[in-house]
């Protein structure tokens, strides 16, 4: 009589061998790689599989099938219209080639990406794009672990772990802070969000490499660094700028932050451009006025999500064969009126 307690899900790769009298490598290749295991072998362990209830019964008739046409898509945030971009150009791409993407939002909270990460691992998702909260390789390669092929978004990554596709967030940093440069003013402030955020953090970097190279130091940089990287936090930002006399020559690192920054200044009698020059990062579609007067760092959002399905499919299609590669996008400056040009 077994020992193994019938419907609990998780129990992991040792329950199902020991069930199915294999070895945990060979229960693992069912997964990963169904094509290197003997059919008699292989149907044992499905069996073992859905006794034990490892996966939902839909998702082992799906390994077995060989049918599943679903793509997992995990971002940080789906107000965002940065991300929401991405989400549309990712869903057309995918619908091309028939396949339904399931939307999941951690909201940056660990826990919740983990919970997202597990069901689509449960799910036996054929790939999943994600853009994690952390560079934590640990945890996106559970997916890899089940036979989920996996794209990083936004986020750099090593080659021989996976799929990436990015922008170059430091020389976004660096052509921002150049042309505030241009501008008549004295000194630069930066309004960012938390140095956790890795694209926070490289924008920071592209700046302070933009004074070092124009012979200036860059711990003159003057940093106002918001929780949140919200229209609300810049008119924060902007009353803060405007009370403490800080430079009025601003870049901040997203368009939403960049608003606000305005309309805080703005509320202080500091008009942009008269008394005050301002950079945006994201060239973002809201449809107000500051929008339309913002300069700004542009980013091939749709580029980056058509780009990531291909990669991603062509993976699918190529299975052992596939070598990983990475793609760095190259933002562009986009001048309006907020700096005076």
Not at 13 to 27: D, P
Not at 255 to 266: C, E, K, P, S, T
Request: proline content about 4%; charged content about 25%; hydrophobic content about 45%.
């Amino acid at each position: 009589m077994t020992d193994i307690v019938m419907g609990q899900r998780n129990l992991g790769l040792a329950a199902v061998a020991r069930l199915a009298g294999v070895s945990t490598a060979t229960v693992s290749n069912v997964l990963n790689r169904p094509h290197v295991v003997a059919v008699p072998t292989r149907e044992r362990v499905m069996a073992a599989i859905e006794e034990l209830d490892f996966v939902p019964n839909r998702a082992a008739a799906t390994l077995r099938q060989g049918t599943n046409r679903v793509l997992g898509l995990v971002i940080p945030d789906v107000v965002n219209p940065f991300y929401a971009a991405i989400v549309d150009a990712v869903v057309v791409a995918a619908d091309r080639d028939r396949y339904a993407v399931v939307l999941c939002v951690s909201h940056e909270d660990p826990a919740r990406e983990q919970r997202h990460f597990d069901m689509l691992a449960e799910q036996r998702a054929a790939g999943a794009l994600v853009v994690p909260i952390s560079a934590d390789w640990s945890r996106l390669s559970q997916l890899r672990m089940v036979g989920t092929r996996l794209i990083v978004v936004d986020r750099r990554i090593d080659e021989s772990e996976a799929c990436s596709v990015a922008i170059d967030d430091v020389h976004g940093g660096e052509i921002a802070v150049e042309h505030l440069l241009g501008v008549p003013g004295n000194g630069i402030s930066i309004v960012n969000g938390s140095h956790t955020i890795v694209q926070c953090e490289d924008r920071r970097t592209g700046a302070r490499s933009a004074l070092a190279s124009a012979g200036l130091d860059p711990d003159s940089l003057v940093e106002f660094e918001m929780r949140e990287m919200t229209i609300e936090a810049g008119v924060e930002a902007g009353r803060r700028i405007a009370a403490s006399g800080a430079p009025r020559r601003v870049f901040c690192t997203n368009d939403q932050l960049a608003i606000g920054v305005m309309r805080g200044l703005a509320e202080a009698g500091v008009e942009t451009p008269r008394d005050a020059a301002v950079v945006g990062y994201g060239d973002l579609a809201f449809g107000t006025e500051e929008a339309r007067r913002l300069t700004t760092v542009g980013q091939p959002k749709q580029e980056m999500g058509e780009v990531a399905v291909a990669k991603l499919l062509a993976e699918l299609q190529e299975g052992k064969a596939h070598r990983h590669s990475a793609t760095t996008f190259q933002p562009r400056l986009v001048v309006r009126e907020s700096t005076g040009r």
